[in-house]
């Protein structure tokens, strides 16, 4: 019994050792590869808020109603479609001061946000402006984008692959081997950066959104451009 034992286990490990001889010799080369697509956006996302406050609550939220209205008629009125402008949400924030134990609040604050895609980028300040006019308190953010994303995240992808294959073939010509087919692939990273502005109230803060590594670098990003990038991790074959 023990030496059948003995022949199962040494019949595994020769197995395992010729599995493992396989794999290990197998010649392969990993690059990676990444490409940065910049193109120029087509479209804005607009976030606005708008904030009233009164001593009563029905008061407050009349106020922001109509100031809501107004703001929503001004988009419209600079061009940007009712499809296109949604209300994301609404809150009601009593203050009660600095007595902790006050049973009624000083005041009551009404906040609502709206969203607008607008869809002529060289309209953006005029309708920024309006909305203002109108009775919006807040610039909460807008954000430059592209309506053709798909078809630009898959240049920046083919680049991607492109580059990892160049790198690969100038490796092995270093080391006096050729590349062969490619034995695996896998996309390791994407993003989108854009030029982005942030509003506090009255407060003006610039953010750059960014993705990518040493190899996409975003800080020569022009202003007016959206960078879009993707990275692959490839092995190649040697021959």
Known sequence: MKRIESLILLLFASCSGVFA????QLPLITVSGSAV???????????????????SLQEAQQ???TKTKAVVESLKASGVEAKDVQMDFISVEPSYGEDDKRKDAVFYAVKRRIAAKIREVTRFEAVLT??????????????YQSSDLRKHRDAARSLAVSAA????????????????KAHSI???SYSSSSWA????????????????DEESDQRGLAVGMIGIS???????LLE
């Open 130 to 143: 309006a909305t203002i006019k109108a009775g919006a308190t807040h610039v909460e953010q807008f954000e």
């Open 230 to 236: 993707a990275r692959v991790e490839v092995s190649f």
């Open 21 to 24: 001889q396989n794999q290990t």
């Open 37 to 55: 697509v910049r193109v120029v956006p087509n479209e804005i996302d607009l976030s606005l808020g708008v904030e009233t406050r009164a001593t």
């Open 197 to 212: 502005n942030s509003w506090g109230g009255i407060q003006n803060n610039l953010r750059i959104q960014a993705g990518g």
């Open 165 to 180: 294959k160049e790198k690969a073939q100038m490796l092995a010509k270093e080391l006096g081997v050729k590349v062969g």
């Open 63 to 65: 106020k922001n109603e």
């Open 186 to 188: 896998q996309e390791s």
